[in-house]
């Protein structure tokens, strides 16, 4: 378990060191031949340089071949695959990223954080309703559950459970946690109030949802419905779970020792200026052990700020708030919607 940095200069010093294992673990795969060789290893801590590696997307991987991913991008571990990721996303050819033994343990340190960072103390209980499938979060967040001293049950999804059966189970194991996609809490909900059931007079404190965009209008609609805080996630399957909000609304603390990011214009050249919606990139310091991902463009729109080194063990950590997705978009009478902004009106 990797402990929380306790100042940005730690945070700085971990990411000094773990640049150079990223790109060194990068230029041992074949798909990065003759990409890196003009990157200076001793000059990564200097933005020009680190700049000058190239971006790295989902389509560019989703153009190679099973054989070319596994065998040209995926490296081999020295203690063998643990498991396999499937990637996030509603569009495209989904990927299959392998994980090694190390990968998980590394990861499971992010998972777990989350439960620290959303306040949710040792000795309670949480219900997962995620889908305890191919996807990561549903089973790593109870796995990370035990790690942080908080009973589980494993419900998953309604296929797994039905959602009758999850309402009985959560007034009959009174967990004090329910985590889940937001859009099945607000399920169990209307199906709790059509059946005469107040889900606010559970047991439930927190709700901590993962894997889809949260609204303003569906995170109040959920406090109301469930009479519980609503906190989100960030992950992606590329990383893993790479922060939690402890404030609700306020955005992501971003576990910056984890994970080094990089919010960047439109043409992805520079940096923009705190406050203001970029490209986020991400590359991972501690899971790269078989995919070694450099400068990652997730295909999220975000705004960012400095740790305010507040009061909170996390928050020597960025924020990141979530603005909407480059890709999902549709269009009504000639006008560009993203999803949070039609949930909005949906749910007032």
């Not at 643990?82 to 998972?111: H, K, V």
């Not at 419900?155 to 329910?178: H, V």
């Not at 020597?316 to 560009?336: E, Y």
Request: hydrophobic share 40%; glycine share 8%; proline share 5%.
């Amino acid at each position: 378990m990797l402990p929380l940095p306790k100042s940005r200069q730690e945070i700085e010093d971990i990411q000094h060191t773990r640049k150079r294992r990223a790109l060194e673990q990068a230029r041992r795969a074949p798909f990065y031949a003759g990409k890196l060789d003009h990157i200076d290893l001793h000059k990564l801590d200097d933005p020009e340089e680190w700049r000058k590696i190239p971006i790295l997307s989902k389509d560019m991987l989703r153009g190679l071949s099973d054989r070319e991913f596994y065998g040209g991008f995926c490296l081999e571990p020295a203690d063998g695959i643990a498991e396999y990721w499937r990637s996030g996303g509603a569009t495209g050819t989904p990927l299959f990223y392998p994980r090694s033994f190390e990968d998980i343990a590394f990861a499971m340190a992010g998972f777990a954080r989350v439960y620290e960072c959303a306040d949710c103390a040792r000795g309670g209980r949480v219900h997962v309703s995620f889908p305890l499938g191919i996807h990561p979060v549903g089973q790593m967040l109870a796995r990370a559950a035990t790690i942080a001293g908080i009973a589980v049950n494993w419900a998953g999804s309604g296929t797994t459970t039905p959602s009758l059966m999850q309402l009985e189970l959560i007034d009959r194991l009174r967990p004090t946690i329910w985590t889940g996609m937001s859009s099945y809490g607000l399920h169990l909900a209307n199906l709790a109030e059509a059946r005469g059931l107040d889900l606010a007079a559970s047991a439930v404190e927190t709700v901590l949802c993962s894997a889809e965009a949260l609204s303003d209008a569906k995170r109040a609609k959920l406090a109301k419905q469930w009479g519980a805080r609503v906190r989100d996630t960030f992950g992606m399957t590329e990383a893993g779970m790479m922060g939690a909000e402890c404030t609700a609304g306020d955005g992501f603390r971003i576990w910056s020792d984890m994970f080094l990011i990089e919010v960047l214009d439109d043409q992805f050249r520079a940096p923009v200026p705190q406050g203001e919606v970029g490209n986020l990139v991400v590359t991972p310091l501690w899971t790269n052990n078989v995919t070694p991902f450099l400068r990652w463009s997730s295909g999220d729109l975000v705004t960012w700020r400095e740790g305010d080194d507040a009061t909170s063990a996390f928050s020597v950590f960025p924020l990141v708030k979530h603005a909407h997705r480059t890709a999902g978009f549709f269009k009504v009478r000639g006008i560009n919607l993203n999803h949070s902004e039609f949930e909005d009106y949906m749910f007032r």
